[in-house]
DNA sequence: GTGTACCGATACGGCCGAGTACCGGTACAC
DNA sequence: GTGTACCGGTACTCGGCCGTATCGGTACAC
């Protein structure tokens, strides 16, 4: 019964209840997020996004209950690791280029995360779904990278510094902007993975 | 001439154009950080410091001109500085207490960082005054920290962990609570510059 | 070809906050 | 004692956004 047929015109277009793409879905996330990176939470309007977009408010308003119930679906919808299939083999070669992929994203997430700042504290959707988008991921990844290093045998069980590598390394890459007003790049996140955290783990 | 006459009622009251005391200009600042703290700075209203502070919006205006300057002399007139004063003859030391310093003032200032987090990035006075007020200081207090620890030959000058003490501190600091929800407390800070911040100095 | 239901547009009600204007009371200045 | 100027209170204008309602067009279903 081919229930899925796809033989459509372009590509999966069949049977659905809203004809709203997944595609066009991301175009109202994506415009959502970066209205959020430039202006702030507060600041973002449902009318803006319809704007942009070029779709109208009760468009998005038949889709999303409230403004946060759809800011919140739009961080789930951007969940994406940054650097899971980092695996050299070596903690700190492993280290280093998380340091190298942290530094590439930074100002994007960064932005975010900084104009979600507080929204996030009154509403517990919006911080569980900032957690599950931006934050566990990365920060699970980094947990298993030094998992292996524990497993490989380069750093020994239980070493005091393995609990704080990951907050160490989101929290530079949070406070740069705040400190000296620019973002924290590539090269920067990896001399301080060479200067802080390898000397940290006894790795150098 | 005793231009400063300090015979009146109560202490100063002789001779000022405003009727605002400095006492009461304080409960005003006090309020609009508060409120910051706790709905984030766009939700901030005048009325509603006005209200919590029994005055009218018209003394705030009269003032202040915008909310974002009134703000803005908020933050520069709360400037203090946490940890200065520490200087115990070692850097292992200077660093504990300072931890130490830093996880008891942590909750309300990393609430009003976090608070202030997009408004910054729209408002260069603000901006300014956020650093000035609760950034600023800080690092440098630091900054003098770590070079009395290199002039007593503690740590080599030029040390390559020496640039990024202060951003790993604010760093923890800051992103503690959204990694795991709660506030860094003084134990959570010391244990972290043990762990971390000693060994990479090699001071342990 | 007819029906259905979603899309985009627009208009609307309601709420709220920034600033402003005005007004009576009052405390200090001289 | 008189003047002055600031304070607190209130009322007001203006603008902006949330969320809803309504309407014509249109694309897919059958």
């Known amino acids: 019964m081919t229930s899925q047929a796809a033989d ?3 590509t999966v277009v069949a049977s659905r209840r809203s004809k709203i793409t997944p595609e066009r879905e991301r175009e109202f996330f994506d415009a959502v997020l970066e209205q959020i990176r430039e202006c702030g939470y507060d600041s973002v309007t449902m009318e803006g996004v319809a704007a942009t977009t070029r779709c109208s408010k009760s468009t998005l308003y038949r889709q999303w209950k409230t403004k946060p119930q759809f800011v919140a679906a739009a961080l789930r919808a951007s969940r994406r690791v940054r650097f899971a299939g980092i695996d050299t083999g070596s903690l700190a070669q492993d280290l280093r280029q998380a340091a190298r992929a942290a530094g590439d994203w930074s100002g994007k997430d960064t932005r975010l995360l900084q104009a979600l700042g507080h929204a996030v504290t009154s509403d517990q959707e919006l911080a569980q779904a900032l957690r599950e988008a931006l934050v566990h991921p ?5 947990e ?18 393995l609990e704080y590598i990951p907050a160490m390394m989101f929290g530079v890459l949070r406070v740069r902007p705040v400190l000296n007003g620019q973002y924290a790049d590539a090269d920067y996140l990896v001399r301080f993975v060479e200067a802080v955290v390898l000397p ?3 790795l150098s």
Chains 1, 2 share one sequence.
């Open 8 to 10: 459509g015109p372009d």
């Open 138 to 142: 990365e920060i699970a990844a980094l």
């Open 144 to 161: 298993e990278m030094l998992d292996r290093g524990v497993a490989r045998g380069e750093v020994p069980a239980g070493h005091p510094a």
């Open 200 to 202: 940290a783990l006894g």
